[in-house]
C-alpha cells in the first residue's frame, strides 16, 4: 500500500518564526502533492499543490518539490498563532482528480 | 456555494450495533471520497466515487463496511455491526477535476 511519511511529528514555533515541514512518498506513481491543514473540529482543507519540481510560493508559504526523490517540503513564515493546526501531505497519481493518500500528519503549535 | 455537507456529526454506539454516515457532496462534483481518521493521525482511504461508480474500494472492510453513491450525488457509508476499533471521524470530500478535495466536517463515531 502506499505510503506517505512525514516529519516531524509535532513542531512549535515562536510567533514570527519560521515552520518546516516534511513529507516522503514510498511509490513513485504517487508523485504529485498536496497540502492540506486541518483546524481542530473541521474538515482538511487545501493550502496548495505542487506538480513540478522546484519550489511554488503563496502567500506566506512555499512548497518544495524534489520528484526524483519523491520529497516534498512546506515552509511557513511569519508564522502566526491561527496557523496551529495539523498539517497533511497528500499525494496523488495525477493532477486531476483520481485516488488521494494522506500523509501521517504534523502539529504545528504557534506560541504567542 | 454550500460546502461538502455531512450528518449527523456525532454518534455513540455500543459494539455489535449499525450505523450509517450520509454525505451531500458539492454541486456538480463527480468524484467523492470517504475517509476514516482516527484521533490525531492521518485520514486513510476508505472508498472512492466517480459519478456512481466504485473506483477503488480496496481499503474498505467489505465484512462490516459498505458505501453507495446511486445516482452519483449523495452517498452513504454504512458499518454494521461495529467494533471499538471503528472509532474515529469519517470524512467525506468532493472534487472535480482540479484534484483538490473539499471536506466536510467529518461523523466522530464513538464505539463503546
Known amino acids: 500500500q502506499q505510503k506517505v511519511q512525514q516529519s516531524p511529528e509535532s513542531l512549535s514555533v515562536p510567533e514570527g518564526g519560521m515552520a518546516s515541514l516534511n513529507c516522503t512518498s514510498s511509490d513513485r506513481n504517487f508523485q504529485y502533492f498536496w497540502w492540506y491543514r486541518q483546524h481542530s473540529g473541521e474538515g482538511p482543507k487545501a493550502l496548495m499543490?505542487?506538480?513540478?519540481?522546484g519550489d511554488k510560493k503563496e502567500g506566506r508559504f512555499t512548497a518544495h518539490l524534489n520528484k526524483a526523490s519523491l520529497h516534498v517540503s512546506l515552509h511557513i513564515r511569519d508564522s502566526q498563532p491561527s496557523d496551529s493546526a495539523l498539517y497533511f501531505c497528500a499525494a496523488t497519481q495525477s493532477s486531476n482528480t483520481n485516488k488521494v493518500v494522506f500523509g501521517t500528519g504534523t502539529r504545528l503549535q504557534v506560541l504567542p | 456555494e454550500a460546502g461538502v455537507t455531512q450528518s449527523p456529526r456525532y454518534a455513540v454506539l455500543q459494539e455489535g450495533q449499525a450505523v450509517s454516515f450520509w454525505c451531500d457532496p458539492i454541486?456538480?462534483?463527480?468524484?467523492l471520497y470517504w475517509y476514516q481518521q482516527p484521533r490525531d493521525q492521518g485520514p486513510q482511504l476508505l472508498v472512492y466515487f466517480r459519478d456512481e461508480a466504485v473506483i477503488d474500494n480496496s481499503q474498505l472492510p467489505s465484512d462490516r463496511f459498505s458505501a453507495v453513491r446511486p445516482k452519483g450525488t449523495n452517498s452513504t457509508l454504512k458499518i454494521q455491526s461495529a467494533k471499538q476499533g471503528d472509532t474515529a471521524t469519517y470524512l467525506c470530500a468532493s472534487s472535480f477535476s482540479t484534484g483538490q478535495l473539499y471536506f466536510g466536517e467529518g461523523s466522530k463515531l464513538t464505539v463503546l
Open positions: 454541486s456538480g462534483h463527480d468524484t
Open positions: 499543490s505542487i506538480f513540478s519540481d
